[in-house]
């Protein structure tokens, strides 16, 4: 069974330039959840998706927005792009989202603004 | 708001060592913890999660409510163990959201 897919695997946008990156979950599962991971911040909720609605967000500015398409499968969009916003960003997926429930990880997208 | 907190960045031990890597959570609900890994060049994945009480490749974790510390513990460390290692806490209802802590790096070595 695929894992969860993340496209690009690495992206170098210029500063005030748009990124979109991409995610398709595993198949079966609803729920798709954005991360950031800066160097030394570690691991931050950027969003939740599930069901093709925008369920609980992080502290991000607006410039920070996705969405869910029917098959699951989401994008994220980043708008006028800032040098801080170069970090891994990693996409997981889950069945429910539900507190139990396993999220399963993406390779991430390596995004770089310069 | 709800907190992770893994207060050792790196944490550096001898094969056959017995093993601890902290985490401490702050949550004024019910948590719910696990221990997420990221072997080298890997993705991230579930290692274990608290409510299935489970030994994970000899890895257990108890959840300490009145100390509020989930700490990940192996009683003697295997090189193969060396990865990264990540305490996350999962939040209920419609603010689902799973928070992690800034990881911490284990070394084991021979």
């Known amino acids: 069974e695929a894992g969860v897919t993340q496209s690009p695997t690495h992206l170098i946008k210029t500063r005030g330039q748009q990124a979109t990156l991409r995610c398709s979950p595993i198949?079966?599962?609803?729920?798709v959840y954005w991360y950031q991971q800066a160097l030394g911040l570690g691991l931050q909720f950027l969003l939740w998706y599930d069901e093709g609605e925008e369920r609980n967000r992080g502290n991000f500015p607006p410039r920070f927005s996705g969405r869910q398409f029917p098959n699951y499968s989401s994008e994220l969009n980043v708008n006028a792009l800032e040098l801080e916003d170069s970090a891994l960003y990693l996409c997981?997926?889950?069945?429910?989202?539900?507190?139990?429930?396993?999220?399963?990880f993406g390779q991430g997208t390596r995004l770089t603004v310069v | 708001a709800q907190r992770v907190t893994q207060p050792e960045k790196l944490l550096s031990v001898f094969k056959g060592a017995p093993v601890e890597l902290k985490c401490n959570y702050s949550?004024?609900?019910?948590?719910?913890l696990f221990w997420y890994v990221q072997y080298s060049r890997q993705r991230l994945q579930l290692l274990l999660r608290h409510i299935s009480r489970e030994s994970i490749k000899g890895f257990t974790a108890d959840l300490n409510k009145g100390e509020t510390s989930f700490h990940l513990k192996k009683p003697f460390a295997q090189e193969e163990d060396s990865a990264m290692y990540y305490c996350?806490?999962?939040?209920?209802?419609?603010?689902?959201?799973?928070?992690f802590g800034k990881g911490t790096l284990l070394t084991v070595n021979p």
């Open positions: 996350a806490l999962a939040s209920g209802g419609s603010n689902y959201k799973l928070t």
């Open positions: 949550y004024s609900g019910s948590p719910e």
């Open positions: 198949s079966g599962h609803t729920s």
């Open positions: 997981a997926s889950s069945s429910l989202g539900y507190r139990n429930t396993e999220a399963f």
